[in-house]
T-cell receptor, first 112, second 110 residues
Framework: KAGVTQTPRYLIKTRGQQVTLSCSPI?????VSWYQQTPGQGLQFLFE???????NKGNFPGRFSGRQFSNSRSEMNVSTLELGDSALYLC???????????FGPGTRLTVL | QKEVEQNSGPLSVPEGAIASLNCTYS??????FFWYRQYSGKSPELIMS????GDKEDGRFTAQLNKASQYVSLLIRDSQPSDSATYLC??????????FGAGTRLTVKP
Protein backbone atom coordinates (compact mmCIF):
# COMPACT_ATOMS: atom_id res chain seq x y z
CA LYS A 1 0.00 0.00 0.00
CA ALA A 2 1.16 3.50 -0.70
CA GLY A 3 1.83 5.59 2.38
CA VAL A 4 0.41 8.93 3.40
CA THR A 5 1.24 11.62 0.86
CA GLN A 6 1.38 15.35 1.43
CA THR A 7 1.67 18.20 -1.02
CA PRO A 8 3.46 20.44 -1.43
CA ARG A 9 6.60 19.32 0.40
CA TYR A 10 7.99 22.84 0.74
CA LEU A 11 6.29 26.20 0.74
CA ILE A 12 7.48 29.77 1.24
CA LYS A 13 4.92 32.46 1.98
CA THR A 14 4.93 35.99 3.36
CA ARG A 15 3.12 37.33 6.40
CA GLY A 16 -0.56 37.96 5.83
CA GLN A 17 -0.94 35.44 3.05
CA GLN A 18 -2.92 32.24 3.33
CA VAL A 19 -1.90 28.70 2.52
CA THR A 20 -3.60 25.37 1.80
CA LEU A 21 -1.89 22.05 2.45
CA SER A 22 -3.11 18.71 1.16
CA CYS A 23 -2.97 15.19 2.57
CA SER A 24 -3.95 11.88 1.03
CA PRO A 25 -4.26 9.08 3.60
CA ILE A 26 -3.33 5.45 3.19
CA UNK A 27 -5.95 3.70 1.09
CA UNK A 28 -8.83 2.58 3.30
CA UNK A 29 -7.96 4.91 6.18
CA UNK A 30 -10.79 7.29 7.02
CA UNK A 31 -9.24 9.18 9.91
CA VAL A 32 -6.82 12.01 9.18
CA SER A 33 -5.05 14.06 11.84
CA TRP A 34 -2.93 17.17 11.41
CA TYR A 35 0.02 18.27 13.55
CA GLN A 36 2.36 21.23 13.71
CA GLN A 37 5.97 20.52 14.63
CA THR A 38 8.38 23.25 15.69
CA PRO A 39 11.73 23.01 17.52
CA GLY A 40 10.36 24.93 20.49
CA GLN A 41 6.91 23.36 20.90
CA GLY A 42 7.41 19.89 19.50
CA LEU A 43 4.51 18.05 17.89
CA GLN A 44 1.19 19.72 18.57
CA PHE A 45 -2.20 18.34 17.58
CA LEU A 46 -4.25 20.59 15.30
CA PHE A 47 -7.36 18.59 14.43
CA GLU A 48 -8.68 15.22 13.36
CA UNK A 49 -11.23 14.37 10.70
CA UNK A 50 -13.24 11.23 10.21
CA UNK A 51 -15.82 10.73 7.46
CA UNK A 52 -15.74 14.42 6.52
CA UNK A 53 -16.43 15.54 10.11
CA UNK A 54 -14.04 17.22 12.51
CA UNK A 55 -13.92 14.88 15.48
CA ASN A 56 -11.24 16.51 17.64
CA LYS A 57 -9.59 19.89 17.73
CA GLY A 58 -6.43 21.10 19.41
CA ASN A 59 -5.71 24.46 20.95
CA PHE A 60 -4.96 26.56 17.88
CA PRO A 61 -6.52 29.86 16.76
CA GLY A 62 -9.34 29.97 14.24
CA ARG A 63 -6.87 30.91 11.50
CA PHE A 64 -6.16 27.20 11.29
CA SER A 65 -8.94 25.25 9.65
CA GLY A 66 -9.36 22.02 7.80
CA ARG A 67 -11.74 19.83 5.91
CA GLN A 68 -12.03 16.32 4.62
CA PHE A 69 -13.50 15.12 1.37
CA SER A 70 -15.58 12.05 0.64
CA ASN A 71 -12.49 10.20 -0.62
CA SER A 72 -10.84 10.86 2.81
CA ARG A 73 -8.34 13.32 1.39
CA SER A 74 -7.90 16.27 3.69
CA GLU A 75 -6.79 19.86 3.42
CA MET A 76 -5.75 22.32 6.04
CA ASN A 77 -5.78 26.06 5.58
CA VAL A 78 -3.93 28.75 7.48
CA SER A 79 -5.08 32.31 6.91
CA THR A 80 -3.30 35.56 7.71
CA LEU A 81 0.05 33.85 8.12
CA GLU A 82 2.36 34.90 10.94
CA LEU A 83 6.09 34.36 11.28
CA GLY A 84 5.40 31.91 14.10
CA ASP A 85 3.46 29.66 11.72
CA SER A 86 6.75 28.54 10.17
CA ALA A 87 6.83 24.83 10.95
CA LEU A 88 6.68 21.31 9.63
CA TYR A 89 3.03 20.36 9.15
CA LEU A 90 2.41 16.66 9.42
CA CYS A 91 -0.59 14.64 8.45
CA UNK A 92 -1.28 11.18 9.83
CA UNK A 93 -3.92 8.61 8.95
CA UNK A 94 -5.42 5.78 10.98
CA UNK A 95 -7.39 2.70 10.01
CA UNK A 96 -10.97 2.50 11.25
CA UNK A 97 -11.23 1.13 14.75
CA UNK A 98 -7.56 1.67 15.52
CA UNK A 99 -5.69 4.64 16.93
CA UNK A 100 -2.29 3.84 15.47
CA UNK A 101 -1.26 6.77 13.31
CA UNK A 102 0.94 6.68 10.23
CA PHE A 103 2.61 9.90 9.25
CA GLY A 104 3.19 11.48 5.88
CA PRO A 105 6.48 13.17 4.94
CA GLY A 106 5.20 16.60 5.98
CA THR A 107 5.03 20.04 4.42
CA ARG A 108 7.74 22.48 5.45
CA LEU A 109 6.18 25.95 5.60
CA THR A 110 8.38 29.01 5.87
CA VAL A 111 6.75 32.38 6.51
CA LEU A 112 8.89 35.42 5.68
CA GLN B 1 2.73 20.05 34.11
CA LYS B 2 3.10 18.86 30.53
CA GLU B 3 0.76 16.10 29.42
CA VAL B 4 3.59 13.90 28.20
CA GLU B 5 7.10 14.37 29.56
CA GLN B 6 10.35 12.97 28.26
CA ASN B 7 13.96 13.65 29.08
CA SER B 8 15.13 15.68 26.08
CA GLY B 9 18.63 14.22 26.27
CA PRO B 10 20.82 13.95 24.44
CA LEU B 11 21.27 10.36 25.49
CA SER B 12 24.50 8.84 24.30
CA VAL B 13 25.25 5.12 24.41
CA PRO B 14 28.03 3.01 22.87
CA GLU B 15 27.25 0.61 20.05
CA GLY B 16 25.95 -2.70 21.39
CA ALA B 17 24.67 -1.23 24.65
CA ILE B 18 21.08 -0.99 25.87
CA ALA B 19 19.41 2.40 25.44
CA SER B 20 16.63 3.21 27.90
CA LEU B 21 14.11 5.91 27.07
CA ASN B 22 11.49 7.05 29.54
CA CYS B 23 8.17 8.86 29.41
CA THR B 24 5.55 9.92 31.95
CA TYR B 25 2.03 11.10 31.25
CA SER B 26 -0.55 13.04 33.21
CA UNK B 27 -3.94 11.72 32.01
CA UNK B 28 -4.63 8.67 34.13
CA UNK B 29 -7.43 7.58 31.78
CA UNK B 30 -5.07 7.13 28.82
CA UNK B 31 -5.34 3.73 27.19
CA UNK B 32 -3.00 3.77 24.20
CA PHE B 33 0.72 4.41 24.15
CA PHE B 34 3.16 4.65 21.27
CA TRP B 35 6.82 5.12 20.52
CA TYR B 36 7.86 6.85 17.30
CA ARG B 37 11.33 7.32 15.88
CA GLN B 38 12.13 10.49 13.96
CA TYR B 39 15.31 10.93 11.98
CA SER B 40 16.48 14.47 11.38
CA GLY B 41 14.47 16.07 8.58
CA LYS B 42 12.06 13.15 8.37
CA SER B 43 8.58 12.42 9.69
CA PRO B 44 7.86 10.20 12.73
CA GLU B 45 7.87 6.47 12.13
CA LEU B 46 5.93 4.10 14.39
CA ILE B 47 8.09 1.65 16.33
CA MET B 48 5.82 0.18 18.98
CA SER B 49 2.35 0.43 20.42
CA UNK B 50 1.39 -0.85 23.86
CA UNK B 51 -1.99 -1.00 25.56
CA UNK B 52 -1.59 -3.28 28.60
CA UNK B 53 0.60 -3.16 31.66
CA GLY B 54 3.84 -5.08 31.31
CA ASP B 55 6.36 -5.62 28.56
CA LYS B 56 5.95 -5.92 24.81
CA GLU B 57 8.88 -7.07 22.72
CA ASP B 58 9.50 -6.60 19.00
CA GLY B 59 12.96 -7.56 17.83
CA ARG B 60 15.50 -5.38 19.59
CA PHE B 61 12.80 -3.11 21.01
CA THR B 62 10.87 -3.60 24.25
CA ALA B 63 8.13 -1.26 25.41
CA GLN B 64 7.16 -1.26 29.07
CA LEU B 65 3.97 0.19 30.50
CA ASN B 66 3.02 0.85 34.11
CA LYS B 67 -0.37 2.59 34.25
CA ALA B 68 -0.33 2.88 38.05
CA SER B 69 2.87 4.93 37.83
CA GLN B 70 1.79 6.59 34.55
CA TYR B 71 5.07 5.56 33.04
CA VAL B 72 6.10 4.19 29.65
CA SER B 73 9.57 3.20 28.59
CA LEU B 74 11.38 1.92 25.51
CA LEU B 75 14.45 -0.29 25.68
CA ILE B 76 16.65 -0.73 22.62
CA ARG B 77 18.97 -3.70 22.92
CA ASP B 78 22.22 -4.04 20.96
CA SER B 79 22.01 -0.37 19.94
CA GLN B 80 23.30 0.45 16.48
CA PRO B 81 24.48 3.78 15.02
CA SER B 82 21.40 3.62 12.77
CA ASP B 83 19.25 3.90 15.92
CA SER B 84 20.52 7.46 16.38
CA ALA B 85 17.38 9.57 16.15
CA THR B 86 14.82 11.40 18.25
CA TYR B 87 12.33 9.11 19.98
CA LEU B 88 8.86 10.45 20.59
CA CYS B 89 6.49 9.10 23.21
CA UNK B 90 2.81 9.50 22.32
CA UNK B 91 -0.25 8.99 24.49
CA UNK B 92 -3.84 8.84 23.33
CA UNK B 93 -6.13 10.08 26.12
CA UNK B 94 -9.12 10.20 23.79
CA UNK B 95 -9.83 8.69 20.42
CA UNK B 96 -7.12 9.97 18.06
CA UNK B 97 -6.43 13.07 20.15
CA UNK B 98 -2.78 12.12 20.39
CA UNK B 99 -0.39 13.93 22.72
CA PHE B 100 3.33 13.80 22.06
CA GLY B 101 6.30 14.33 24.30
CA ALA B 102 9.08 16.65 23.20
CA GLY B 103 11.26 13.68 22.31
CA THR B 104 14.57 12.25 23.50
CA ARG B 105 17.54 12.56 21.19
CA LEU B 106 19.55 9.35 21.14
CA THR B 107 23.10 9.05 19.80
CA VAL B 108 24.70 5.64 19.42
CA LYS B 109 28.47 5.94 19.13
CA PRO B 110 30.40 3.34 17.09
Amino acid sequence: KAGVTQTPRYLIKTRGQQVTLSCSPISGHRSVSWYQQTPGQGLQFLFEYFSETQRNKGNFPGRFSGRQFSNSRSEMNVSTLELGDSALYLCASSPEGADTQYFGPGTRLTVL
Amino acid sequence: QKEVEQNSGPLSVPEGAIASLNCTYSDRGSQSFFWYRQYSGKSPELIMSIYSNGDKEDGRFTAQLNKASQYVSLLIRDSQPSDSATYLCAVNPNNNDMRFGAGTRLTVKP
